[in-house]
């Protein structure tokens, strides 16, 4: 790594780092904004960015290097496969080998709610989660006594084709084949990690939690049938929030790389829950799981999706500079007011007007949203979600990219 | 890179070798070389480091063969241990196959397999690596093994022969496969760099399939020697009917390495020197023949290893068509040999190990220039050590002389 | 009764508002009356959700009340003129096979009184025009989760537009990541990203509020 590209990385993690510590860094700091586009901006197919490692990597690489900024999405594949990681938990070394599904592995392993472009769904769609039911009520009781023999024994054989006998051959030949195939993965991803190290990116990463409720409701019942759970079984889902709490603890750790430090908690019953809900169910764990990342040494970035304005407040209850509030569709001006240096507040772009805007309009718009956010400091530019489709105009990224550039001077 | 140079000698080394395969006189005899535990100690490091330690392997290794040229390619990485019944139990997985078939020091770190022993772990540094065998299977398994034998070497053997793999479906046994996964691809990308060293040096390498007799996998892997004898006289035909279920599994796993361009496969034999010709006739050849023929019906050669004394039983090789392969033997005279085999059957072999530790140069010297004489002539000879493994204590001036006398006498 | 049902149905109490109808549908006319309460009690619920006091899981769990009551009270009503709003076609755009929100959606449009032809998931541009040369819908739904929707969104428009029938239908995309900006980008003539904001803005396309 040249002496510049390293300066530049102390550079983008010292941004990123004052901001998380509710300081005003020398800019705002950017995570740039990325997802499908990258695959079109390159000129390869969905299917290739998710099956084809050496063009993935230098998609990524090309776009990046057009398109910099502080801690680029880089447009992580796959989708997650929460469940074996729990019902792996006690083998911390095989985290990076069963935690995420992308395309080849999912061929080995063909995961009940996994969608990909060029398999099921058309080559330039993208990956998609489709849960269904894996969990029946009834289970509860198994689940709450022992939620990592529960998940192993009774919920990955359910969700995953491979495992549908865990003592078959298909099973254990599926964890050579995948091991064998992360292998593969990784020889390209080292090679793109040089590259975005020589642009003066920092190795890092970032461990992972989940709400427990929204394990429950996501992973293993389905979030209409968990709706109802909460009505009829009120006392089983609150003993399996629990019961599931120190195993997703687990899990935080093992997914934690070398250096990192953050956590990110990616919430999605929140916007289904009245207060009350939230409260009683919901809440309680999520806060003792961010106070237990706390004692772990991580701090957490939380994405509350969608409109969590009915639970804003609870965020108080939280230690001021525990970590990092990003929202979604929570208007970030109003979150300001109330978390102004208590919590660093990341968001602020709206995709859809990424997509549908002008770059005139678009530029008014970051200034505006810069202009209101960043005095204080505390806040981390980022989109509000973290995909731009396919037919992003390229003119309105740049122009998004040049306001960052513009307005977004300390 | 692979200088030109070195391209045209792997080049050589190939074609003559090859001749030898097709029973025609090459430029020179074609040599294997001498290997073995005296290549580590050749380059001042422990069996163990040579057995665990892929760079240091790699060091010696072309330390060795840079000083010891000879045509074949070598066998290089880390030694294994025979483990084909797990290679059975995963024949559908190819992939798979090619690193449970033969267990090596650190992957037997993850599989933990019982039969084994390693220098620096339950053996001395620098002891030898062994298989000593044991009793896997119950004579009363006869009718499962019949009935399926991959299920069987998946469901029944594998646990109890590999620790990490005792409880079948079970977080640690799922864990040990994906173990073992990542020591596969951290092992296949060692032994490319590897390989890539030798290649430069002018060595070339051809994929090779291996498999057993099916007798063999029965009485190394699964009943042990002393016990499969008696079953030949207790349960005859239920050893029969095992033999014969064996021939398909067999035939798989010999084959399954065409796809990677294999086209010679290995079957080093056991039992043959332990029975009668009436019993080696009645439950040995005929599904080893089985499985020869089917090999070159897939278009591969065989290379059989004849381990100890054949002489018995060398007749039958004729029951071969010409040309099917490679008789190699270890006890049995090779000029007999010859007489009988001559133009039907590529013979290699010719010097005893135990020739190289205790004869002095001079006489290793006489002793290759006469067996030359002998050998040569007429072409189909690979000339060779009887078996694979020099000691560490193999003197170097007698590696050298054998080596110096194949280069004196080896002309054609 | 019928003040009964509406009130444990609007407060969630599942058991009490299931019981009720049970009785009530046995009466004379108490089928029409489970169906209008049922109904109302949907409205009310969409009415709470908008004003902020109910969140999706309400939604959710009001959807599944109705259903469950229908599944009694339907067959019940046959024969009876039972009174439509208009016709909907609703489904996921192509590429999304995403579902739960046009669910929802789905249950609360039906509980207002609209006909819902519900097409699915990952329907490609020409099946909507299929569906819409076949239903002869006032409005169109469209659905998506991912961003990925929202140039398919604008595809499929413009493919309806190019089949000549843009100009007999209204259109009301929703999902969760839809916005008054997408709503202009794609060419649509109504955005939600909530069902019952999405049950009422049909109802108004469809000149019923």
């Not at chain 1, 084809?52 to 290097?65: G, M």
Request: hydrophobic share 40%.
């Amino acid at each position: 790594m040249a002496v510049d590209a390293k300066q530049l990385a102390a550079e983008r993690a010292a941004r990123l780092k004052a901001a998380v510590e509710l300081k005003e860094p020398d800019r705002v700091p950017f995570t740039g904004i990325g997802g499908d586009v990258i695959a079109a901006y390159a000129g390869i197919t969905s299917y290739e960015f998710n099956f084809d490692y050496e063009k993935q990597c230098q998609a990524i690489i090309k776009y990046v290097k057009d398109f910099p900024s502080d801690q680029p999405v880089i447009g992580m594949t796959g989708l997650g496969n929460h469940v074996a990681s729990m019902a792996f938990s006690d083998y911390p070394d095989l985290y990076p080998i069963i935690s995420r599904v992308d395309g080849p592995t999912n061929d080995i392993l063909g995961v009940d709610y996994c969608r990909f472009p060029g398999r099921e769904l058309d080559e330039n769609s993208s990956p998609q989660f489709i849960g269904r039911e894996y969990m029946s009520a009834e289970e509860y009781d198994e689940l709450i006594a022992d939620p990592v023999k529960f998940c192993f024994e009774k919920i990955l054989p359910r969700i995953v084709r491979a495992f549908r006998d865990m003592k078959a051959p298909e099973a254990h030949a599926a964890m050579a084949r995948l091991a064998l195939e992360k292998a593969k993965a990784g020889a390209a991803m080292r090679d793109m990690f040089r590259q975005l190290q020589e642009l003066g990116y920092a190795p890092g990463g970032l461990s992972v939690f989940f709400a427990p409720l929204d394990f429950i409701g996501d992973q293993l019942r389905d979030i209409p049938n968990l709706i109802k759970d909460l009505r009829r079984y009120p006392d089983k889902v609150k003993a399996a929030t629990e019961a599931v709490l120190e195993p997703l603890l687990k899990v935080s750790v093992n997914a934690k790389g070398p250096g990192v430090e953050t956590a990110m908690i990616p919430l999605h019953l929140n916007e289904y829950l009245s207060p009350a809900l939230y409260n009683e169910f919901y809440w309680p764990t999520l806060k003792e799981g961010i106070l237990r990342l706390a004692e772990l040494g991580m701090k957490s970035q939380v994405f509350f999706e969608g409109r969590h304005d009915a639970h804003l407040e609870t965020i108080l209850e939280l230690p001021a500079g525990w970590g990092t509030a990003y929202f979604e569709k929570t208007d970030v001006r109003k979150a300001k007011k109330l978390l102004q240096g208590h919590t660093c507040i990341m968001g602020g772009i709206d995709v859809g007007m990424v997509i549908s805007s002008t770059p005139a309009k678009l530029d008014e718009y970051i200034k505006e949203i810069l202009g209101e956010m960043m005095p204080g400091g505390g806040f981390i530019l980022a989109p509000n979600i973290g995909n731009l489709p396919r037919e992003t105009p390229i003119e309105n990224i740049r122009a998004v990219y040049e306001a960052v550039e513009k307005y977004g001077k300390y | 890179m692979v200088s030109p140079e070195a391209k045209k000698l792997a080049e050589e080394r190939a074609a003559r070798m090859q001749a030898a395969l097709d029973l025609k006189e090459p430029d020179r005899v074609p040599f294997t070389g001498l290997g073995g535990d005296v290549i580590p100690a050749y380059a001042g490091i422990t069996s163990y480091e040579y057995e665990f330690d892929f760079e240091k392997n790699r060091q010696a290794a072309v330390k060795w063969f840079t000083d010891f040229p000879s045509d074949s390619a070598p066998r290089v990485g880390l030694g294994g241990l025979d483990n084909q019944s797990m290679g059975v139990a995963f024949q559908d997985y190819p992939e798979i196959v090619s690193g449970v078939n033969s267990v090596n020091g650190p992957m037997n770190d993850v599989l933990k397999m019982k039969f084994v022993r390693f220098p620096g772990r339950e053996l001395d540094e620098n002891s030898a690596r062994q298989f000593i065998g044991g009793k896997n299977m119950e004579p009363e398994e006869y009718d499962q093994l019949i009935a399926d034998p991959v299920k069987f070497c998946f469901e029944v053997i594998m646990p109890r022969i590999s620790g990490g793999l005792k409880d079948l479906g079970s977080p640690a046994s799922l864990a040990t496969m994906a173990r073992f996964g990542l020591e596969k691809a951290r092992q296949d990308a060692e032994m490319a760099k590897t390989m890539q060293a030798l290649m430069e040096l002018g060595y070339y390498f051809a994929p090779r399939g291996v498999c057993l007799a099916p007798l063999d996998l029965i009485s190394d892997q699964l009943r042990d020697i002393p016990n499969l004898i008696l079953d030949l006289r207790r349960y005859p035909d239920k050893v029969k009917a095992a033999a014969e279920a064996l021939v398909e599994p067999m035939v798989k796993m010999g084959t399954m390495s065409i796809k990677a361009g294999a086209k010679e496969c290995f079957i080093p034999l056991h039992l043959n020197e332990y029975l009668s010709p009436k019993q080696y006739n009645e439950f040995y050849w005929p599904t080893l023949k089985e499985v020869i023929l089917k090999l070159v019906e897939a278009g591969m050669k065989v290379q059989v290893f004849f381990e100890g004394w054949h002489d018995a039983h060398l007749e039958t090789i004729l029951e071969l068509p010409a040309g099917w392969g490679t008789a190699y033997f270890e006890k049995t005279d090779v000029r007999k040999a010859k007489k009988l085999l001559q133009g039907h059957t590529c013979i290699m072999g010719g010097i005893d190990v135990s020739d190289i530790i205790s004869l002095t140069p001079a006489q290793l010297d006489e002793n290759i220039k006469k067996l030359f004489d002998e050998m040569a002539p007429g072409g189909g000879f690979i000339f060779s050590p009887n078996i694979g493994t020099c000691p560490r204590e193999t003197p170097i001036e007698n590696v050298r002389a054998v080596y110096e006398a194949v280069e004196k006498y080896g002309k054609y | 009764m019928r003040e009964e049902l509406l009130r444990s149905f609007v407060d969630m109490d599942e058991q009490e508002a299931v019981r009720i109808a049970r009785e009530l549908v046995e009466t004379e006319g108490g089928a029409v009356a489970v169906l209008d309460t049922c109904k109302e009690a949907m409205e009310e619920v969409g009415r709470l959700f908008e004003a902020g006091e109910y969140f999706l899981s309400e939604l959710i769990a009001a959807g599944d009340m109705f259903n469950q009551i229908m599944e009694f009270t339907l067959p019940k009503l046959q024969g009876e003129e039972v009174a439509s709003l208009g016709t909907m076609v609703l489904g996921t755009v192509q590429g999304d096979v995403h579902n739960i929100g046009k669910d929802i959606f789905k249950v609360m449009a039906e509980a207002s009184g609209i006909n819902v032809i519900d097409i699915g998931i990952d329907v490609p541009h020409e099946k909507f025009v299929e569906a819409i040369k076949e239903h002869k819908p006032e409005l169109v739904g469209m659905c998506c989760l991912i961003t990925l929707g929202v140039d398919s969104m604008k595809r499929t428009i413009e493919v309806i537009k190019e089949a000549g029938l843009r100009d007999d239908i209204k259109i009301i995309i929703g999902g969760g990541r839809v916005s008054q900006a997408v709503m202009e980008h794609v060419g649509a003539d109504a955005w939600a990203d909530d069902a019952a904001r999405g049950v009422r803005l049909s109802k108004e396309l469809l000149g019923k509020e």
